[in-house]
């Protein structure tokens, strides 16, 4: 049988997937693909967290000293407030043969005396909540393009010097919850650090024009309560070929006195409650199966003040997880839970898929 193909021109095809879309009526006015913070819901209320994305005080300077373990006396603040996460010189970006001065204005707000700051001080107050009193307290910063300083109510509580990586502070001891908390940031832009290497004008990878060329706080803030004992990470391998999943945890304990402990945890099955319609699918709504499909040995231990210990559990999957494919995403949620005495002491989520990937004629990827 003879079949008889047409190829359609790209813009012949967009105009007819675009009058699809009209003749049917179709529209989305909820939130396009919304997200969660950082602490997942099934980990609360082990677990809170407080994002301090939004407005925050502005005061560019060309001092590009490090100041010391106080803050100083800052001057007036600039009139327009920041937007983070944003870089204060984002208006002034242009890709490689770009328009001069920028391709967009992302903020039409910001000055354009921004662009060309060295280094800035970022200031914002936010109060803790009285019940984070003996909870872990932690800075979280998604990424920074700079050296950053950062301090608490006026003390000093830590420094860095990144670009694309996230950077945590334990800032427990400067926090006084039940109050009104300041947090100010100093960052000093990544230009004044250009120097030649064997990786180009600057010493450090910044993996991109983009990574090259923004300063400042351009992803997510948040502050984080976490329990003394904890779990901080969490490693999931699944095996196929050998029918088997692993799963690595890492636990500490801040607590003063030792912990007694147990871990345990479960996969469960993640349910698509948008289905296979296409307008719902941007919501992305999904809930974990109320029972595991798969439960993983639990371990008591003892860990000692001060502790980190990493305790690998191992099980059989025996074909009660369905496997990842293209054609059929199957996914689970992971909860692993540490108790005390019969109580619950911190939850931690973490999504897994039972698929494994391999090259042709190669060994299995640890």
Request: hydrophobic fraction near 40%; aromatic fraction near 8%; charged fraction near 20%.
């Amino acid at each position: 049988m003879n079949v008889r193909r047409t190829i359609l021109p790209l813009t012949s095809l967009i105009a007819i997937c675009t009058g699809s879309l009209l003749a049917d009526g179709v529209k989305f006015d909820r939130a396009f693909a919304p997200q969660g913070g950082l602490v997942s819901r099934y980990e609360e209320p082990a677990r809170q967290e407080i994002c301090l994305n939004g407005s925050w005080r502005f005061q560019g300077t060309v001092d590009l000293s490090v100041p010391g373990d106080t803050a100083p006396q800052l001057g007036a603040w600039d009139k327009v407030r920041i937007k983070i996460p944003s870089p204060w010189n984002v208006n002034a970006f242009s890709m490689a043969g770009g328009l001069p001065g920028g391709d967009f204005r992302a903020y039409p707000s910001y000055p354009k005396e921004w662009e060309h700051v060295p280094a800035a001080w970022m200031q914002r107050s936010i109060k803790v909540p009285s019940e984070w009193d003996g909870k872990q307290i932690v800075l979280h910063f998604g990424a920074v393009a700079g050296k950053m300083i950062v301090y608490v109510n006026g003390q000093r509580v830590g420094a860095g010097f990144d670009i694309v990586l996230a950077q945590d502070f334990d800032v427990t001891r400067f926090v006084q919850p039940g109050q009104a908390n300041q947090i100010l940031v100093k960052v000093i832009g990544s230009k004044p650090f250009d120097q030649p290497g064997s990786y180009g004008r600057r010493g450090n990878l910044a993996g991109s024009d983009w990574g090259t060329f923004i300063s400042g706080i351009w992803q997510d803030v948040y502050l984080l309560a976490e329990p003394k004992t904890f779990i901080s990470e969490v490693y999931v391998q699944s095996k196929v070929d050998e029918d088997q999943l692993t799963v690595e945890a890492t636990l500490i304990n801040r607590d003063p006195a030792p912990a007694v402990i147990e871990i345990m945890g479960g996969a469960r099955e993640w349910i698509n409650q948008d289905g296979p319609s296409v307008s719902k699918a941007p919501e992305g709504k999904g809930k974990l199966a109320a029972n595991a499909s798969l439960d993983l040995p639990g371990q008591a231990l003892t860990l000692a003040p001060g502790e980190t210990r990493v305790v690998t559990m191992t099980t059989k999957v025996r074909g009660r997880l369905k496997s990842w494919t293209p054609e059929a995403p199957n996914l689970y949620g992971l909860i692993l839970k540490l108790s005390s005495n019969g109580e619950n002491v911190d939850t931690k989520y973490q999504r897994l898929a039972w698929g494994q990937l391999t090259a042709p004629g190669s060994q299995r990827l640890p």
